[in-house]
């Protein structure tokens, strides 16, 4: 568990995966009981918007500016291994198909696409176009519909199979910046530049009938803008983190706020992630520190330092126990 000891060192599968990327072009891999860094990935040319680990825990994929690149996370280079060609503007979002067959991404160049990881050099296969700058994508649990999130303030649903899409507004005039499906597939959650958050409940989805989305709550989350919205592993609980500079956590029964994560120093914080007990958050902050939480206290248990601007985006693969 990231809150007490490691496996074995020698063992990528008994490990606490805990990478955190920003501003300062690096991706730092943590020893997360610790809080020691014990490697420096180099991302040059470009900030870090959004960290994804593989499914196999092998490899960690980078989105940045014009460039997806995935880097090996047992290895000895620190550079990266792989690189998605052909991408203009900033990647905002990336993610894996749970078996790890394809990846998928979003940018601000107004499309989501997806990328087949088969192959030794990956290969765009499919691109969704939008009319507006894509500033989040997420893989329903059926892996078989991407939901997209714009700048514009659409949410469109892609149907791999069909390729058919459904869109809809909750808020005009406010632009998408996260969502979220839990792990059940029981809610979406989407945060927008109001600090507002949207939960739906979803049907269908299995089979070949498409999921159905059933409006259930509107949350004055943030007084400004809220950056990011993510469900418990245990689908008990949702974290939405803000320019506010707080991150807030919410239980999905009622979607009532039990817990808000702040302190002094912290800035904008730009991302969360659940430790896999759902006891632990782990938040990212304008001003360079990643923080362990525990959520029924809202007490600091660790904080990781090192990086020298905002850290904007992490990844976090924790490890059950019997």
């Known amino acids: 568990m990231i809150s007490g000891e490691e496996g074995s060192a020698g063992d990528?599968?008994?490990?606490?995966?805990?990478?955190?990327?920003?501003?300062?072009?690096?991706?730092?891999?943590?020893?997360?009981?610790?809080?020691?860094?014990?490697?420096?990935l180099q991302n040059p040319e470009s900030q870090v918007n959004a960290l994804e680990i593989t499914p196999d825990r092998q490899r960690i994929a980078a989105a940045g500016y014009q460039h997806v690149r995935i880097y090996d996370i047992n290895?000895?280079?620190?550079?990266?291994?792989?690189?998605c060609e052909g991408l203009t503007k900033n990647v905002t979002s990336v993610g894996f198909q749970e078996d790890g067959k394809w990846m998928y991404t979003g940018g601000?160049?107004?499309?989501?696409?997806?990328?087949?990881?088969?192959?030794?050099?990956?290969?765009?296969?499919?691109?969704f176009q939008v009319s507006a700058p894509v500033n989040c994508?997420?893989?329903?649990?059926?892996?078989?519909?991407?939901?997209?999130?714009?700048?514009?303030?659409?949410?469109h649903i892609w149907d791999l199979k069909t390729d058919h899409n459904e869109q809809l507004i909750p808020e005009t005039d406010a632009a998408i910046l996260s969502m979220a499906v839990d792990s059940a597939g029981t809610f979406l959650a989407a945060v927008n530049n109001k600090g507002r958050c949207f939960i739906w409940g979803l049907g269908g989805?299995?089979?070949?009938?498409?999921?159905?989305?059933?409006?259930?709550?509107?949350?004055e989350a943030h007084k400004r803008h809220a950056l990011k919205c993510r469900f418990s592993p245990d689908s008990q609980m949702l974290?939405?983190?803000?320019?506010?500079?707080?991150?807030?956590?919410?239980?999905?029964?009622k979607f009532e706020m039990v817990q808000e994560l702040t302190c002094d120093a912290q800035r904008w914080v730009w991302d969360a992630a659940f430790s896999l007990?759902?006891?632990?958050?782990?938040?990212?902050?304008?001003?360079?520190?990643?923080?362990?939480?525990?959520?029924?206290?809202?007490?600091?248990?660790?904080?990781?330092?090192?990086?020298?601007?905002?850290?904007?985006?992490?990844?976090?693969?924790?490890?059950?126990?019997?």
Do not use: F
Not at 14 to 40: F, M, P, S
């Open 12 to 40: 990528p599968s008994e490990t606490v995966i805990l990478a955190t990327g920003g501003y300062d072009h690096t991706i730092k891999l943590w020893q997360a009981h610790t809080g020691n860094c014990q490697r420096t």
């Open 277 to 322: 007990d759902s006891q632990y958050v782990v938040t990212a902050s304008s001003d360079g520190v990643a923080r362990l939480w525990n959520v029924a206290e809202g007490s600091i248990k660790r904080e990781y330092t090192g990086h020298q601007k905002a850290i904007t985006a992490l990844a976090l693969e924790d490890v059950a126990r019997d």
């Open 137 to 155: 994508v997420c893989l329903h649990p059926n892996q078989a519909e991407l939901i997209v999130g714009d700048q514009s303030g659409i949410i």
């Open 239 to 253: 974290v939405t983190t803000s320019a506010d500079q707080t991150a807030r956590i919410w239980e999905t029964d």
């Open 75 to 83: 290895g000895s280079i620190n550079t990266a291994v792989a690189n």
């Open 205 to 219: 989805g299995t089979n070949d009938e498409p999921t159905r989305l059933n409006p259930k709550h509107k949350l």
């Open 108 to 127: 601000e160049d107004c499309s989501a696409r997806i990328w087949d990881m088969r192959k030794g050099s990956m290969q765009c296969q499919r691109i």
